[in-house]
Structure formats: structure tokens, C-alpha cells
């Protein structure tokens, strides 16, 4: 099993940044992907960034291209999404996902992220 714990939500304005941290527990060692994804109010949950914690490769939405940063500290067992230059069309609850050996998927609680304009 793996828990996942994220931090680092709030409210900003647009333009600002936030960074967001996402606590991984438990069998760490089965974790092959760690992703963050967002989920706004009506709308679908979408992928927004993919990290490979073994060597770091990483890949982005093209909506967040170039504004958000995915990294992680293995020594922490910490994943963070740096936000920049925020929008309102970024406000979502986003969501910290760890995909596993043998299918296993897990998720975080989620936290509140709103950019007013």
C-alpha cells in the first residue's frame, strides 16, 4: 500500500504561483509514475504532469506547458508541482496519483487550488 498526502493549495491571483507538495508513505519501493491531475467544477479530471522518480523524465499538458514544473525528492519521498503565472482556468482541486507494479493505483485527498482574476 502507498498513502499519499498533499499540501500546498490555496488562493492566489492570477499571475501568481503556488507550489504544491504531494508526501508519499508505504511501499515507495512498488511506485513506477507519479502524476498530478486536476479536477475543475463540471469538468473531467485531466493529467497535468508526469514525473519518472527513478530518473526524473517528465512530461506536461500542454495547457500548463512551460508555466508548471513537476520534480521530486527521492531522499523525501516527495513529489512538488511548482505552479507559475497562474490563471483562472487553472482553479481545480488537484490531485497527486502514484501508479504502481501490478496495476495498483492510488491517490491523494486533494487539495483546493483557486486563481481569482
Known amino acids: 500500500q502507498v498513502q499519499l498526502v498533499e499540501s500546498g493549495g490555496g488562493l492566489v491571483q492570477a499571475g501568481g504561483s503556488l507550489m504544491l507538495s504531494c508526501a508519499a508513505s508505504g511501499s515507495i519501493f512498488t511506485i513506477n509514475v507519479m502524476n498530478w491531475y486536476r479536477q475543475a467544477p463540471g469538468k473531467q479530471r485531466e493529467l497535468v504532469a508526469t514525473i519518472i522518480p527513478s530518473g526524473g523524465s517528465t512530461n506536461y499538458a500542454d495547457s500548463v506547458k512551460g508555466r508548471f514544473t513537476i520534480s521530486r525528492d527521492n531522499a523525501k519521498n516527495t513529489v512538488y508541482l511548482q505552479m507559475n503565472s497562474l490563471k483562472p482556468e487553472d482553479t481545480a482541486v488537484y490531485y497527486c496519483?502514484?501508479?504502481?507494479?501490478?496495476?495498483?493505483?492510488?491517490w491523494g485527498q486533494g487539495t483546493q487550488v483557486t486563481v481569482s482574476s
Open positions: 496519483n502514484a501508479k504502481a507494479i501490478r496495476q495498483k493505483d492510488y
